[in-house]
């Protein structure tokens, strides 16, 4: 079994910075990469980014391409996300998943492919 446990979230301005932790225990070498989703009240869970533990790719939702920045740290079994440039529209629950099947870019922003979640981490930007 793999634990997920998220951290960093908060309460920022527009145009703020915040940085999210995801520290990943447990039989961490049965997965291969790790997932940031986010969830607004009344919306469906969506994709933020991936990345794969032993490659450099990187993944992101289009809504936060290029102010969003996802990141790991292989011995500390912890994967980073960097938030720039919020906006109030960046609202949520933010959970980070572990998978353990490989990432393939027709799969990666489906939930249901990623096997254990974090709890998750309210993120929350004022106008």
């Known amino acids: 079994q793999v634990q997920v446990v998220e951290s960093g979230g908060g309460l920022v301005q527009a145009g703020g910075s915040l940085r999210l932790s995801c520290a990943v225990s447990?039989?961490?070498?049965?997965?291969?990469?790790m997932g940031w989703f986010r969830q607004a009240p009344g919306k469906e869970r969506e994709f933020v980014a991936a990345?794969?533990?032993?490659?450099?790719?990187?993944y992101y939702a289009d809504s936060v391409k290029g102010r969003f920045t996802i990141s790991r740290d292989n011995a500390k079994n912890t994967v980073y996300l960097q938030m720039n440039s919020l906006k109030p529209e960046d609202t949520a629950i933010y959970y980070c998943?572990?998978?353990?099947?490989?990432?393939?870019?027709?799969?990666?922003?489906?939930?249901?492919?990623?096997?254990?979640w974090g709890q998750g981490t309210q993120v929350t930007v004022s106008s």
């Open positions: 998943a572990a998978r353990v099947s490989p990432l393939i870019i027709a799969t990666i922003h489906y939930p249901h492919r990623y096997d254990d």
């Open positions: 447990g039989r961490t070498f049965s997965t291969t990469a």
């Open positions: 990345t794969s533990w032993g490659r450099p790719s990187t």
